[in-house]
């Protein structure tokens, strides 16, 4: 073996195993600790199409022919699975044409087309300017107390006509975990250089509440931004409910639902909560379908002892966002709740799992909504259903699948496929809505 050959096996090894990992799906508990390497595997898929094609190139000056053809075999099979995966996530759709018909393009504001994405895969995206941003803005204290529950302000770019369109984001949270401020740096920067307006919500988690009081939540964070629109310069009108994960299930729950009284707390029930379009990004529709996907109920019931280990751990707890001071990231809390999450299966409590799916409260005056899911997600199933529901009721949706793609597939967008064509839908979404 030559150096050339050894370098090329070595390549072409690791391309094939990213490739690889990048859309095998696996179940169970295994699941979530292989989530993080197979969103970088698909965030960097380019790059693994390069090394592809680099192992091979190099393979063809192994001396030994066993070698070369096994350089040639890896270095191929990884660029093609790669390509298969780029051309799926990016391929077009006619979503827009079934949500506003076939001369959609012509419904947006001339001043806000100037600005769009023209392709749904630049390769690599690069951050927009840096835009104003206020941090820890208070939007509710809970009475008797002083706790208040805070939000981040992200204004449009001072170069661009602002939209006057505002963006309520939910983080993503599995109801228990995370904050504001949690890897969305780039995607509210992209909103903001598109002229929109954000508020980023850190709403409470488990177990200082439920879902029902994070729906709560976030509709006094609707009813705050309606009476504070003058002050940024944003339409009351134009709001669009966001989140990803736990936070678009909210967004969707919250959305539809703005005058249920199980839903929506005694202090803003005479406040306008509607919205003017929501956003999910992988957020579960149906509680009941996922507590059966991918068995979730039983490996949540079952994962006591993985909970507390990993919590009681030194090196993970050096890791806990705010070290000895108060944890924002809500882990050492929200790992021990996390097993409380149902109140039992969907058998033993029909009447709960109806009321916290978004699915359930469907009807005509639902606003529009745009689904964007992975078809690999480890953890949460494609919203299908909700989609013909929708469809069904006449309200505009559009359902965007993108093949293999991961749970938080928009994750680091400045190179993956499926963030860069999710930010395309979003940005000419939002165009409607404006």
């Known amino acids: 073996?030559?150096?050339?050959?050894?370098?090329?096996?070595?390549?072409?090894?690791?391309?094939?195993?990213?490739?690889?990992?990048?859309?095998?799906r696996v179940k169970g508990v295994i699941s979530a600790f292989l989530l993080i390497p197979k969103l970088l595997a698909a965030a960097l898929t380019p790059w693994?199409?390069?090394?592809?094609?680099?192992?091979?190139?190099?393979?063809?000056?192994?001396?030994?022919?066993?070698?070369?053809?096994?350089?040639?075999?890896?270095?191929?099979?990884?660029?093609v699975l790669s390509l298969r995966y780029i051309r799926g996530a990016i391929a077009s759709h006619a979503e827009?044409?079934?949500?506003?018909?076939?001369?959609?393009?012509?419904?947006?504001?001339?001043?806000l087309r100037e600005r769009l994405p023209q392709k749904r895969w630049p390769i690599y995206l690069p951050d927009p300017p840096q835009p104003r941003w206020e941090r820890d803005v208070a939007f509710w204290t809970i009475p008797g107390t002083e706790r208040k529950l805070l939000c981040d302000l992200w204004f449009p770019l001072e170069s661009v006509p602002p939209s006057r369109l505002a963006v309520i984001y939910l983080h993503g949270s599995a109801w228990c975990l995370l904050d504001k401020d949690a890897g969305t740096r780039p995607f509210f920067q992209h909103l903001c250089a598109q002229g929109h307006f954000v508020m980023d919500v850190a709403y409470r988690l488990m177990p200082e509440t439920d879902m029902v009081g994070m729906v709560g939540d976030v509709k006094r964070a609707v009813a705050w931004l309606k009476a504070h629109a003058a002050d940024y310069g944003i339409d009351p009108e134009r709001i669009?409910?966001?989140g990803g994960s736990a936070g678009g299930?909210?967004?969707?729950?919250?959305?539809?639902t703005p005058h249920h009284l199980a839903l929506t707390p005694e202090d803003v029930r005479g406040a306008d909560l509607s919205v003017r379009a929501v956003i999910s990004y992988y957020g579960p529709t149906d509680l009941r379908l996922f507590y059966e996907y991918n068995d979730w109920g039983n490996m949540i019931a079952g994962a006591d002892d993985l909970i507390k280990k990993a919590s009681q751990n030194p090196f993970l707890q050096r890791l806990l966002p705010g070290g000895a001071e108060p944890d924002r990231m809500n882990?050492?809390?929200?790992?021990?709740?996390?097993?409380?999450?149902?109140?039992?299966?969907?058998?033993?409590?029909?009447?709960?799992?109806?009321?916290?799916?978004?699915?359930?409260?469907?009807?005509?005056?639902?606003?529009?909504?745009?689904?964007?899911?992975?078809?690999?997600?480890?953890?949460?199933?494609?919203?299908?259903?909700?989609?013909?529901?929708?469809?069904?009721?006449?309200?505009?949706?559009?359902?965007?699948?993108?093949?293999?793609?991961?749970?938080?597939?928009?994750?680091?967008?400045?190179?993956?496929?499926?963030?860069?064509?999710s930010f395309y839908d979003v940005d000419y979404f939002l165009a409607l809505m404006a």
């Open 1 to 24: 073996m030559n150096a050339w050959g050894g370098i090329a096996f070595i390549l072409g090894l690791a391309s094939f195993a990213t490739s690889v990992l990048r859309i095998t």
């Open 48 to 79: 693994t199409v390069l090394l592809g094609l680099v192992a091979g190139g190099l393979g063809l000056f192994s001396r030994s022919r066993l070698l070369r053809g096994v350089n040639l075999l890896l270095g191929g099979a990884a660029t």
């Open 96 to 111: 827009f044409e079934m949500a506003f018909g076939l001369h959609w393009r012509d419904y947006i504001q001339p001043a």
């Open 240 to 242: 669009v409910l966001a």
């Open 249 to 256: 299930h909210l967004s969707m729950l919250a959305g539809y």
């Open 331 to 421: 882990f050492k809390n929200g790992t021990a709740a996390l097993k409380h999450l149902f109140p039992g299966t969907p058998d033993e409590a029909p009447e709960w799992f109806a009321l916290v799916s978004p699915v359930e409260h469907v009807q005509s005056d639902c606003p529009a909504t745009l689904l964007l899911y992975g078809g690999g997600d480890f953890g949460v199933p494609p919203a299908h259903a909700l989609a013909e529901k929708l469809r069904a009721a006449g309200v505009p949706v559009l359902n965007v699948v993108f093949p293999r793609a991961e749970h938080g597939f928009d994750a680091l967008p400045h190179w993956s496929p499926a963030a860069q064509a």
